[in-house]
């Protein structure tokens, strides 16, 4: 054997891969531990979803190979959801990729656009796998930092200073994980002018649309951004389906073609009964949205009492799965982390493993039932 490919050193393990194994094993040895790291919906998908994946399991034909594009009714209700809930009109047949999450999207992106050397434009804070995949595609990661007052404005005059010639790629996620930062209408526009005037490909990922956030907000509604933008999305956290695997990329037909160029030669389609449970989700109401986030928002006013019993500082108008806090000046994020977790058997997430601006922080996540954050309360004397 003669070792590795060298792109393996420029990656670790995803955190919560290594992390969640030694929670799982203090909970196997006993111990009472309360998850609110990891922002995986712990409650069930609509009774519609799950009757449509029974019903089609029992087809014979339902277990062959699927399309690598998904069923056409898959795409035409993602289609039916952009024009519902984003104002967006896309073309089902070219426009609209289904894919097995959209953490894997992201790596099809990056091997359909990046050559060795390629610079890629991404948060800081930001969701890891941004920069591991460009890591992975030997493309080299810069970093910018956003503004939090401002709604999570990137700093675009500070990226203007630098030589742009390079950078293929930007990597853009509103509403925004984990600050909750949501964006805006006007934050969008002037990325996807800053995206022409540089001939960059823009991409938002957008899993947290319609997670505490009264907007709902697509790149693709931005005028232009067909031109430079494509979009990712997801029915994990929706939908409450993150163990399903379903999402979507969509944007201007040739670079989805390009990406399903890189896809269709990794995976062989997604089982069908998923599928249909997916186009089950993609067609529910309002009324689904309205309760989650009902649950949602009384389990993050618990969550705030708990973290202002640590003496932790976070933003009542952010959005999404979490609630992101500043540590009090002086106290280290990593120190709490761990007397949460070794002291408290309660699991949350340190600020910096989403970047350097993200190390006088931690995440909490809003994916456990009110009487488990009541009971987290009740640790912390
Ligand atoms: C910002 C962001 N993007 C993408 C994903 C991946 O979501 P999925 O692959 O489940 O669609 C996550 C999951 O936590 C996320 O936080």
Not at 93 to 104: D, N, R, T, V, W
Not at 119 to 132: A, K, R
Not at 328 to 348: C, H, Q, R, T
Request: proline share 7%; charged share 20%.
């Amino acid at each position: 054997m003669k070792g590795f490919a060298t792109r393996i050193n420029t990656v670790e393990e995803y955190y919560f891969s290594a992390k969640l194994r030694e929670v799982n094993q203090m909970i196997a040895d006993g111990k009472p531990v309360i998850n609110l790291g990891i922002g995986s919906p712990d409650r069930a998908p609509d009774r519609t979803v799950i009757d449509a994946l029974k019903s089609t399991v029992e087809h014979p034909q339902a277990h062959g190979y699927q399309s690598y594009q998904g069923i056409p009714e898959l795409r035409i209700a993602m289609a039916g959801f952009y024009s519902r809930e984003y104002g967006v009109i896309l073309n089902p047949g070219k426009e609209i990729l289904p894919l097995l999450g959209s953490k894997e999207g992201i790596m099809h992106i990056s091997m359909a656009f990046l050559n060795p050397g390629d610079q890629v434009l991404i948060p800081n804070p930001g969701y890891p796998t941004y920069s591991s995949v460009t890591n992975l595609a030997q493309a080299e990661p810069i970093y910018y930092d956003l503004d939090l007052l401002r709604k999570g404005k990137p700093n675009l005059e500070a990226l203007e200073q630098l030589d742009l010639s390079r950078v293929k790629l930007m990597w853009i996620n509103y509403p925004h994980m984990p600050t909750g930062a949501p964006g805006s209408r006007e934050i969008l526009t002037e990325l996807v002018a800053f995206a022409q005037k540089h001939q960059i490909v823009l991409i938002n990922d957008n899993p947290y649309s319609h997670i505490l956030n009264p907007e709902p907000l697509s790149i693709l509604a931005i005028p232009g951004a067909n031109e430079v933008a494509l979009e990712l999305n997801s029915l994990s956290k929706t939908f409450n389906m993150p163990g399903w695997r379903v999402g979507m990329l969509c944007g201007r037909a040739d670079w989805v073609e390009a990406v399903l160029k890189v896809k269709s030669n990794m995976d062989s389609g997604m089982f069908l009964g998923l599928q249909k449970g997916a186009i089950a989700a993609l067609n529910l109401g309002k009324n689904w949205f309205s309760d989650q986030n009902e649950i949602y928002d009384n389990r993050r006013k618990l969550i705030w009492k708990l973290a202002e019993k640590l003496e932790l500082s976070y933003d009542p108008k952010a959005t999404g799965l979490f609630v992101w806090c500043k540590m009090p000046e002086g106290k280290s994020a990593e120190e709490l982390v761990d007397w949460m977790l070794y002291e408290k058997n309660i699991f949350i997430t340190p600020g910096k493993i989403f970047g350097s601006q993200g190390e006088n922080y931690v995440r909490f996540s809003l994916c456990m039932p009110e009487f488990k954050i009541l009971e987290a309360i009740n640790r912390i004397k």
